[in-house]
C-alpha cells in the first residue's frame, strides 16, 4: 500500500520554492509543481480509464492550497463514477468558446456585412449609406443586441418613427436589415424567421410604403421643350455641359457617361461599349452612337486609351457637375430625368417598340424567362432609333412641330 504524503499547512507550501513536483498531501495526487522560473501551480494525478492523466487546477497563490484541495476531491469524485473529467473540462472549455463566439452584435454583424459586399458595389458611395442608414436609424435600437436576439418588436420600433415621414429612406433600412439578419442567420448565429422580412411578418404592423408615400419621379423636360433646351445646352462651354449633352444623345446614366473612357468609345463603327462592371445590371452594354454624338466627342481634348472622355479640371467629373449646369440654366430637372423624356419621346413620338427603348436605356426586358430566351440586344434597331432621337434633337422648327412618323 502506497504511503500517503504528509498533509502540508498554507506555510508550509508557501515555503515550497525550489524547483520540482511537491506533494502537499490531504488528497491523493495533489502536488504543488515549481518551474525553474519560479513559476507555481497545482496539478492533480488521476488514474483514468486505467491510464495516469494530469490536470491543472490553477496557480499558487491564486488558487490558494484549501480551494486546490476542493478542486481535487471533486475531481477525484466524478473518476469514482466512472467519468473522465479532463475531457469533461474540454468539452465545457470548447461549449463556452462556441457560445462566446455566437454572442455578436447586430453592429458587428452589419459591419462584417458590408465589409463582405463592399467588394461586389459599384461605388464607394453605396457602402458609405449603408454604413450611414444603419448607424443613424437601427443601431440606437438593435445595434448593441446580440444578433440572435432582435425580434419583429426591435425592427418596428425603428421603423415606426421614420415609416410615413421618410418612408423611401425606412424602406432601404428595413431591406438592410433584413439581409443582416439572413447574414447572420447563415453563419449560424441565429434561428427562425427573419424579423424584418416584409410578406407575413412586417406588412401586418405597418401599411404599404406606396400607400404613405407618393413615389419620386425625377423631373424631366418635357418633349416639346427638348429642342429649345438642346439649343440653350449647346451654347455654355464647360465639361460639364459637354457631358450633360451626351448623356442626353445616348440615353445614359450620369455615371456611366462621367466614367467613360477612350478605350470604349470605337469611331470607327461609331459604338461606345460600357463595360459590365460599370453598369447597374452589372453586363456589358452597346450603345450606338448618332452623328451629334460623334461630333461632341471628336471636339474633345483627346486622350490616351485610358483616360476619361469627360475630364475635369481637377480630375473625373463629380455627380454634381451636371446638376450644376441645369442649375446654371434654370432648369428645374435632373440629369436623371432626360432618361423619362426620352422614354416619354419614344412612346409619344415615335413607332419604334417598347422593348427597344428598354434595351437603350439598358433596362432589364420581361421576366427572367424572357431574358434568359432574349439573347441579342437589339442593337440594328437601337441604331435606328438613336440617330431618330438626335435628328428630333437638332430639328429647327416649332418645339411643337408633327411627331416622327416612324
Known amino acids: 500500500m502506497p504511503r500517503k504524503a ?12 525550489r524547483p520540482g513536483r511537491w506533494s502537499v498531501g490531504g488528497v491523493d495526487g495533489l502536488a504543488l509543481q515549481v518551474t525553474r522560473t519560479g513559476a507555481r501551480s497545482w496539478v492533480l494525478r488521476l488514474t483514468v480509464a486505467g491510464k495516469q492523466r494530469e490536470m491543472g487546477l490553477g496557480s499558487f497563490p491564486t ?10 476531491r471533486s475531481q477525484r469524485a466524478k473518476t469514482e463514477l466512472g467519468a473522465d473529467p479532463i475531457s469533461l473540462r474540454r468539452a465545457a ?13 447586430f453592429a458587428s454583424v452589419a459591419a462584417q456585412y458590408i465589409a463582405q459586399h463592399a467588394k461586389s458595389w459599384k461605388n464607394k458611395k453605396h457602402a458609405a449609406q449603408w454604413t450611414s442608414t444603419l448607424q443613424t436609424y437601427a443601431s440606437p435600437v438593435i445595434g448593441p443586441l446580440l444578433v440572435r436576439d432582435v425580434t419583429t418588436a426591435h425592427v418596428i420600433k425603428v421603423l415606426e418613427p421614420i415609416w410615413t415621414t421618410k418612408t423611401e429612406t425606412a424602406t432601404r433600412v428595413r431591406s438592410r436589415m433584413e439581409l443582416v439578419l439572413d447574414f447572420a442567420a447563415a453563419r449560424g448565429l441565429r434561428a427562425g424567421p427573419n424579423p424584418a422580412r416584409w410578406r407575413a411578418n ?16 425625377h423631373a424631366a423636360v418635357a418633349v416639346d421643350r427638348m429642342r429649345i433646351f438642346m439649343s440653350r445646352l449647346r451654347t455654355l462651354s464647360g465639361m460639364g455641359a459637354r457631358a450633360l449633352e451626351f448623356a442626353i444623345l ?47 466627342l471628336r471636339a474633345l481634348p483627346q486622350g490616351g486609351p485610358g483616360d476619361l472622355v469627360f475630364q475635369g479640371r ?27 423624356t426620352f422614354r416619354d419621346w419614344v412612346s409619344e413620338y415615335t413607332n419604334h417598340a417598347s422593348e427597344v427603348a428598354e434595351m437603350a436605356l439598358a ?25 431618330d432621337w438626335a435628328e428630333f434633337l437638332a430639328r429647327s422648327g416649332a418645339p411643337g412641330s408633327a411627331k416622327a412618323s416612324r
Open 6 to 17: 504528509k498533509e502540508l499547512s498554507p506555510l508550509e507550501v508557501r515555503r515550497l520554492t
Open 63 to 72: 488558487v490558494p492550497l484549501a480551494e486546490a484541495r476542493e478542486k481535487a
Open 93 to 105: 472549455l470548447s461549449a463556452a468558446t462556441a457560445e462566446r463566439s455566437l454572442q455578436q452584435t
Open 202 to 217: 412586417l406588412d401586418a404592423a405597418l401599411p404599404k410604403a406606396s400607400k404613405v408615400a407618393k413615389v419620386q419621379h
Open 250 to 296: 445616348t440615353a445614359a446614366r450620369s455615371g456611366e457617361v462621367r466614367g467613360a473612357t477612350w478605350t470604349e468609345i470605337d469611331f470607327t463603327v461609331a459604338l461606345w461599349t460600357v463595360p459590365g462592371e460599370r453598369m447597374k445590371s452589372s453586363r456589358e452594354h452597346r450603345v450606338p452612337l448618332s452623328k451629334p454624338a460623334i461630333k461632341l
Open 314 to 340: 481637377l480630375g473625373p467629373l463629380s455627380d454634381m457637375s451636371l446638376t450644376a449646369v441645369l442649375r446654371r440654366m434654370k432648369v428645374k430637372a435632373t440629369a436623371h430625368g432626360f432618361r423619362s
Open 363 to 387: 433596362h432589364a426586358v420581361g421576366d427572367k424567362v424572357e431574358a434568359a430566351y432574349r439573347r441579342g440586344d437589339l442593337f440594328d434597331k437601337r441604331v435606328s432609333l438613336m440617330n
